[in-house]
C-alpha cells in the first residue's frame, strides 16, 4: 500500500494536473503483464508437478525435496535482486539512447551475478555434510537430500547468468521474448522429465534433471537474444 501511494503521489506531481489515461502506455503495459503472468503460471505448474511426482516416492524424498527446493528458492530471490538492478541499468540507459552503456551494465550484471552464485556454490559443496543437518536431523531425509543438493550446486552458476540476463531483457521491454522462451522451456524440458522420472521411477534424480534442463534452455535462449543485439533496438 505504501508503494502504492507513493506512486500515486509521484505521478499527480508528474502530470501537473493532467490526469487522463495515455491508452498506448497503458495497453503496453498490459501486455506486458500478461506475458510475465503467463511466464509466471508456468513456473507453478513445473513446481507443483515436481511436488506431486516426488511425493509418489516417498515421504523422506519429499521433505528433502521441499528443503532444497526452498533453498533454490531463497537464492533465486537472492540473484533476483541482482537482476531487478540490471533492469533499471538497462532500462535507464536504452531510455536515454546510451546503447553502449546498456551493453556493459548488462555485461556486468551477469559477471556480478554469476561471480556471486560461484560463491554460493562453492560454500553449499563445501557445507554438503552441515548445512542440511540445519533444516532435520532424519537420517532418511538427510540421505534422500544429497541428490537434489548436487544439482542445485550445479546449477547456481547456470542461475546466475539466467537471472542476470532476464533482468537485461526485462529492462529492455523484451518480456514477450522471455514468456516465449520460458513456456518452452517448461513445457519441452521441465515438465517431460518431471513426468517420465515418474514413469521411469528415476526417483529425485529425474525430477531434479528436469529443472536443470529447465534452466540449461532457459540460458541458451537468453544468451542467443542478448548476443542477437536485438533488445537494444
Known amino acids: 500500500s505504501l508503494t502504492g501511494i507513493a506512486f500515486a503521489v509521484r505521478l499527480i506531481g508528474e502530470s501537473r494536473g493532467r490526469l487522463r489515461p495515455d491508452w498506448p502506455v497503458i495497453r503496453a503495459q498490459l501486455t506486458m503483464a500478461r506475458d510475465l503472468v503467463l511466464r509466471s503460471l508456468s513456473f507453478q505448474v513445473c513446481f507443483i508437478s515436481a511436488a506431486a511426482v516426488a511425493a509418489r516416492f516417498g515421504v523422506a524424498q519429499v521433505a528433502a525435496h521441499q528443503v532444497v527446493l526452498q533453498l533454490w528458492e531463497f537464492t533465486s530471490l537472492l540473484l533476483d535482486s541482482l537482476a531487478i538492478a540490471a533492469q533499471q541499468l538497462v532500462g535507464a ?4 539512447g546510451a546503447f553502449r552503456v546498456a551493453r556493459r551494465a548488462a555485461t556486468r550484471a551477469t559477471a556480478v551475478s554469476v561471480g556471486i552464485s560461484v560463491l554460493l556454490a562453492a560454500v553449499l559443496a563445501a557445507g554438503v555434510a552441515v548445512i542440511p543437518r540445519i533444516f532435520t536431523d532424519d537420517a532418511a531425509i538427510l540421505d534422500a537430500m544429497r541428490t537434489p543438493w548436487w544439482f542445485f550446486v550445479a546449477m547456481l552458476p547456470i542461475a546466475g547468468a539466467v537471472f542476470a540476463l532476464d533482468g537485461v531483457l526485462l529492462g529492455s521491454g523484451d518480456a514477450a521474448f522471455l514468456r516465449t522462451a520460458t513456456l518452452a522451456g517448461a513445457l519441452g524440458a521441465f515438465l517431460p522429465l518431471i513426468w517420465l522420472s515418474w514413469a521411469f521411477d528415476w526417483g529425485l534424480a529425474g525430477i531434479w534433471s528436469g529443472l536443470l ?18 533488445w537494444v533496438k
Open 93 to 96: 540507459a536504452l531510455g536515454a
Open 213 to 230: 534442463a529447465f534452466m540449461c534452455t532457459r540460458l541458451a535462449a537468453v544468451v542467443w537474444r542478448v548476443r542477437s543485439g536485438a
